[in-house]
């Protein structure tokens, strides 16, 4: 299983009248956690999509348990526990800066050719890289 870490600091425009993030956020701090974890080991958006391939999420879930806060130092954990195939599932845990876990998520995204607008294979070059890591 691969695993990365994330570190967010919470911006003042991310919290609603509460002071809390508003809940529509944590897409945004999965979306960046996802990235900087594929980057981590040599994988970008970038890269992929200039070889064809774009990587839609076809399905989010998220578990609300503690809220965070302007200011807050966050630390996402993403871990991919699956070699992928047409899709890849990607399971976030978001932890305060007391190591309390405040959320937790997964996304599924599907592998796309840009081409045929048609789901396809993992290219074997990311599989390649994912398994190095494993």
């Not at 870490?5 to 425009?13: D, K, L, P, Q």
């Not at 974890?37 to 064809?52: C, M, T, V």
């Not at 989010?60 to 996402?76: E, G, T, V």
């Amino acid at each position: 299983m691969f695993k990365s870490e994330t570190i967010i600091r919470v911006r003042y425009a991310e919290t609603d009248q509460m002071g809390f993030v508003y809940y529509g956020n944590y897409a945004q701090y999965y979306e960046v956690a996802r990235v900087e974890a594929l980057r981590s080991i040599g994988i970008s958006y970038k890269s992929l999509e200039d070889s064809g391939i774009m990587m839609p999420v076809v399905k989010m879930s998220i578990n609300y348990k503690k809220p965070a806060y302007y200011d807050d130092i966050l630390r996402i954990v993403t871990k991919i526990k699956f070699i992928p195939t047409i899709k890849m599932e990607f399971l976030y845990e978001i932890y305060n800066s007391n190591d309390v876990l405040i959320n937790s998520g997964e996304t599924i995204l599907v592998f796309v050719s840009k081409a045929t607008m048609k789901p396809c294979q993992c290219p074997n070059w990311f599989i390649n890289i994912l398994e190095e890591r494993n």
